[in-house]
């Protein structure tokens, strides 16, 4: 147990009814004793474990607030350490106060996530399941938190285990061969094997990558020329009456953007000013904020008025950003077209559609999932949420067990193959949390808030 006994507001900031206050460590229930008094004359110090008490917090003859408090004592709780917690009823006031008593009475301010990484410390949870936990607060859509609530359960540190386990089962194989030439191990039997969990590392990074689409979103933008029915799109997309539809060209004058998820994926739309050549100062500016907003997307929907004639206009913005991916959206598919053949989009996939009556919604659904999460639309088991550096490690992993195996097929030398297998073995292993250097941990944990 650390000796320095942590505290901090573990309930948002904000206008709750109820704030409270945890503190953690060898001093937590002393400190919390000090400043408790009950109408029964309880004392904390005295409390069974798990147990909750009714009273005020006092300090010096002033009463701060009327509170529950919680006594857990270690190690069954969610830090391994001696937990108090303080419900307070006054609101972030009465609250704050509280903490000020607590810290006055010889607790120290917890750092960010600093309760976190002392469950981890003290062996709690894997550092795996501590991201989770950051997941799950921060989590966007029900899939993203499905996915956390999945990793906090242990599911990924359960497949690192499991790799772990088979390269250092082929690695002591390998050990064997290199000790006792003689026994008959052939090396060719390890490359399979190799590649077996090569494989495994894969299909993670594959899932990782639906993953951060999970945690980071997209960002598509709706451009077109004026009238086409952008604002129409987004609303139906919303459904919600955000933007302002006219039959006026020109009618939306500045971005809007709005949040709302795909099929569990959030995304963030932006209904943009239509393009054409700017009549005064203010749409000058819209058409420049479009331009923002198309260089800020990962996804582009470009739109082409069905009911109209093709324009130049409309030509200049099928042709515009060929490498972000887009999807061309023909629109107002519920009244008649005067052309069938789109000009030249590129590569792009053509979806016609009615924002007015709905018709169509439902493949721009499809289009866009399908194009980002591998013609699946993510579920919890096809998503793994990890960060940067993790996916990072993971890949490096999978190099380092293709190295092995290039180098087994060219020499078949054990003691080689073994060396390199060694090195995927420390990597794995420092993705499991093994090894981690304090640089990353404090890294992890700064990501958390105050009183987790
Ligand atoms: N029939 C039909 N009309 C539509 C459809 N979508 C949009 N409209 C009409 O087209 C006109 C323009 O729609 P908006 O959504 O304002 O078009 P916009 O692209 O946002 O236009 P600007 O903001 O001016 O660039 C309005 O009169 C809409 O009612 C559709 O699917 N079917
Ligand atoms: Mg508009």
Redesign the pocket.
């Known amino acids: 147990m650390s000796h320095e006994t942590i505290a901090a507001v573990s309930t948002p900031l904000g206008e709750g009814g109820i704030g409270m206050v945890r503190l953690s460590g060898e001093s937590a229930v002393r400190i919390a004793d000090t400043l408790f008094r009950s109408p029964a004359g309880t004392s904390l110090a005295r409390a069974d474990s798990h147990t909750i008490h009714y009273g005020v917090i006092r300090s010096g003859e002033r009463t701060l607030d009327e509170v529950l408090v919680s006594v857990m004592r270690a190690p069954r709780t969610y830090t391994r350490e001696d937990v108090v917690e303080i419900n307070c009823h006054g609101g972030m006031v009465a609250t704050r106060s509280v903490l000020d008593a607590v810290l006055g009475a010889g607790a120290r301010m917890a750092e960010r996530g600093e309760f976190t990484k002392r469950a981890f410390l003290n062996g709690r949870i894997s550092l795996d399941q501590a991201k989770a936990v950051l997941d799950v607060v921060q989590a966007r859509t029900s899939l993203g938190l499905e996915a956390a609530i999945d990793r906090l359960g242990g599911r990924f540190t359960h497949e690192l285990i499991a790799l772990r386990s088979e390269i250092a089962a082929v690695l002591s194989d390998l050990e064997v061969e290199i000790d006792y030439p003689d026994l008959d191990v052939h090396i060719d039997a390890i490359e399979p094997r190799i590649d077996a969990v090569a494989t495994r590392v894969a299909e993670l990074l594959s899932k990782a990558e639906s993953g951060r689409l999970l945690r980071e979103g997209l960002t598509i933008a709706?451009v077109?020329?004026?009238?086409?029915?952008?604002?129409?799109?987004?609303?139906a997309l919303l459904s919600e009456e955000r933007?302002?539809?006219?039959?006026?060209?020109?009618?939306?004058?500045d971005t809007i953007e709005e949040s709302a998820s795909l099929d569990g994926i959030p995304v963030r739309w932006i209904?943009?000013?239509?393009l054409r050549e700017a009549e005064g100062a203010v749409e000058e500016e819209g058409v420049r904020r479009t331009h923002i907003a198309i260089d800020r997307a990962d996804v582009l929907l470009l739109?082409v008025?069905g009911?109209e004639r093709i324009t130049a206009d409309d030509e200049g913005i099928l042709a515009l950003k060929p490498d972000i991916p887009s999807l061309v959206v023909i629109?107002?598919?519920?009244?008649p077209s005067p052309w069938r053949q789109l000009p030249g989009h590129g590569e792009h996939t053509v979806i016609r559609?009615?924002?007015?009556?709905g018709r169509g919604m439902h493949a721009l659904h499809e289009a866009i999932t399908h194009r980002f999460v591998r013609g699946e639309i993510p579920t919890r088991n096809s998503v793994l949420l990890l960060d940067t550096w993790e996916r990072d490690l993971l890949r490096r992993t999978g190099e380092q067990l293709e190295v092995a195996r290039n180098v087994a097929d060219e020499n078949g030398q054990p003691d080689m193959v073994a060396e390199e297998l060694r090195l995927a073995y420390r990597t794995a292993s420092e993705l499991q949390g093994i090894d981690v250097s304090e640089s990353i941990l404090d890294a992890v944990f700064a990501r958390f808030c105050v009183g987790k």
């Open positions: 709706i077109g020329r004026p009238n086409v029915g952008k604002s129409t799109l987004l609303n933007a302002i539809v006219t039959s006026i060209p020109g009618t939306t004058r209904d943009t000013a239509g739109l008025d009911s629109t107002k598919s519920d009244l559609l009615s924002a007015k009556t």
